[in-house]
């Protein structure tokens, strides 16, 4: 049974720092590049994230990109985001994806394996 999930989040005060875990069973996971995504409240789902399988080569979207670090530890099959800098703007279920593609991308049809998602809260 396939399975990814999240957890980490949590209330932050702006400034601060998050760190996210996505733990994945069910599949060979050293084959699997992964993404983290978010939705905020009436807004569609964007890409932040993301880790080939290959080579571990990462992509940030902009709105993240110096902020946040994507990183995979196989031996544990877990993905995690770091988010440091947070802003209000950061706020939103964040989800987690996988798929058996070597590459990975900011967008979710890519991903065949989602999790159900971990609330951050960015108030102060």
């Known amino acids: 049974q396939v399975q990814l999930v999240e957890s980490g989040g949590g209330v932050v005060h702006p400034g601060g720092s998050r760190r996210l875990s996505c733990e994945a069973s069910g599949f060979t996971v050293p084959y699997y590049a992964f993404g983290w995504f978010r939705q905020a409240p009436g807004k569609e789902r964007e890409g932040v994230s993301c880790i080939s399988s290959s080579d571990g080569t990462t992509y940030y979207s902009d709105s993240v990109k110096g902020r946040f670090t994507i990183s995979r530890d196989n031996a544990k099959k877990t993905v995690y985001l770091q988010m440091n800098s947070l802003k209000p703007e950061d706020t939103g279920v964040y989800y987690c994806?996988?798929?058996?593609?070597?590459?990975?991308?900011?967008?979710?049809?890519?991903?065949?394996?989602w999790g159900q998602g971990t609330q951050v809260t960015v108030s102060s």
């Open positions: 994806a996988a798929t058996s593609a070597r590459g990975c991308a900011l967008v979710p049809r890519w991903y065949f394996y």
